[in-house]
C-alpha cells in the first residue's frame, strides 16, 4: 500500500531532550515536506525537500533541524525541544514531475502529536 | 505573504442538503489551489486540485471552483451524508509544483443523520 508512515504517533517528552520524528514514504516521491498542526494557527509549513540532500525552510523552521540522505526517508529533528513546539506533525510526499496534473496532490502522513513539557 | 480564510470555521446541516464552503485568498498570483479533508486524529486527504488557469473541477458529488481575479475558491458538496461530517482545508500554492503551500484554517462540517 502507498503511504507515508510517520513515528512516534504520539510522544511526551520534557524541555531539551533531543528528539526525532521519522517520515519514510515508500512511492519513490521527490518532494517531502513538515507541517505543523495548531488551534487557531492552521496547518503551517517547517522544512521541504525537493530531493535527496536538497532541503529548504518553509514559513516557521525555527528549532527544527532536517535532513534528506535517502529517497523514502525525511526525518525531523527537534535539538533542545520548547513547550512551544507543542504540536501536532504531519509529513506529505508528492512527485516532483507533475507540477500541472491533477496527481500533484500531497500525500500525507497519520500524524505526529508531540508535547514538550 | 499569502493569507488564507476559510468561512465559515464551522457549520452543521442536515442530511441531504447542499454544502457550500467558501475560500478566499489575498495574493491573486497563484498557481493552483486544492481542497483537502481532515478526520479527527488523522492526515489530510486530497479531494481536488484546480490550476491557476481553469475555473472548477469536479469529482463525484463534489465541485470546486475557482476565481483568481477575485481571490476566492468554493467548494460545493451536494447532497450531503453524515460520511462528509470532517474539517475541510483550503490550500494555495503560489510557487511550481507546490513547494509552498499556505492553508487555510478549515472549515469544520457536522451532517446530522
Known amino acids: 500500500e502507498a503511504q507515508v508512515t510517520q513515528n512516534p504517533r504520539y510522544l511526551i517528552t520534557v524541555t531539551g531532550k533531543k528528539l526525532t520524528v521519522t517520515c519514510s514514504q515508500n512511492?519513490?516521491?521527490?518532494?517531502m515536506s513538515w507541517y505543523r498542526q495548531d488551534p487557531g494557527l492552521g496547518l503551517r509549513q517547517i522544512y521541504y525537500?525537493?530531493?535527496?540532500?536538497?532541503?529548504d525552510k518553509g514559513d516557521v523552521p525555527e528549532g527544527y533541524k532536517v535532513s534528506r540522505k535517502e529517497k523514502r526517508n525525511f526525518p525531523l529533528i527537534l535539538e533542545s525541544p520548547s513547550p512551544n513546539q507543542t504540536s501536532l506533525y504531519f509529513c506529505?510526499?508528492?512527485?516532483?514531475?507533475?507540477?500541472?496534473?491533477?496527481?500533484?496532490?500531497?500525500?500525507f502522513g497519520a500524524g505526529s502529536r508531540l508535547t514538550v513539557l | 505573504k499569502q493569507e488564507v480564510t476559510q468561512i465559515p470555521a464551522a457549520l452543521s446541516v442536515p442530511e441531504g442538503e447542499n454544502l457550500v464552503l467558501n475560500c478566499s485568498f489575498t495574493?491573486?498570483?497563484?498557481?493552483?489551489l486544492q481542497w483537502f479533508r481532515q478526520d479527527p486524529g488523522k492526515g489530510l486527504t486530497s479531494l481536488l486540485l484546480?490550476?491557476?488557469?481553469?475555473r472548477e473541477q469536479t469529482s463525484g458529488r463534489l465541485n470546486a471552483s475557482l476565481d483568481k481575479s477575485s481571490g476566492r475558491s468554493t467548494l460545493y458538496i451536494a447532497a450531503s451524508q453524515p460520511g462528509d461530517s470532517a474539517t475541510y482545508l483550503c490550500?494555495?500554492?503560489?510557487?511550481?509544483?507546490?513547494?509552498?503551500?499556505?492553508f487555510g484554517k478549515g472549515n469544520q462540517v457536522v451532517v446530522i443523520p
Open positions: 525537500s525537493m530531493n535527496v540532500e536538497v532541503t
Open positions: 484546480i490550476q491557476s488557469s481553469q
Open positions: 495574493d491573486s498570483a497563484i498557481y493552483n
Open positions: 506529505a510526499s508528492r512527485p516532483l514531475g507533475q507540477a500541472f496534473s491533477g496527481a500533484n496532490v500531497l500525500t
Open positions: 490550500a494555495v500554492s503560489d510557487t511550481y509544483g507546490n513547494n509552498r503551500l499556505a
Open positions: 512511492m519513490n516521491h521527490e518532494y
